[in-house]
């Protein structure tokens, strides 16, 4: 989500600032580098995206993104806001 916002992307909100209660972070995993696995979503995580009209199976709030190397080329989209 940091990752995102500083490269300014103004379309991501972000509105609790990576707190997991808002869903304003909401992004689309579209191409995820062929060394790189992202972590399940929490319960949590799942229950906000689950309040989304654009929830994809590729949905994810990126603020529960950890980024490292391993993630070097990710492609993402940002979804719609709600």
Do not use: K, W
């Not at 300014?8 to 600032?17: K, N, Q, R, S, V």
């Not at 997991?20 to 229950?47: F, G, K, M, R, W």
Request: hydrophobic share 35%.
């Amino acid at each position: 989500m940091e990752n995102i916002r500083n490269a300014g992307f103004d379309e991501l909100l972000a509105m609790c600032g990576g707190c997991l209660s808002c869903a304003t972070c909401h992004v689309y995993v579209e191409q995820l580098p062929s060394s790189a696995n992202l972590p399940v979503s929490s319960i949590d995580e799942t229950e906000l995206l689950e309040g989304s009209d654009y929830r994809r199976e590729n949905s994810r709030l990126s603020c529960q993104i950890p980024f490292d190397e391993t993630l070097s080329g990710i492609v993402i989209g940002i979804a719609p806001e709600d």
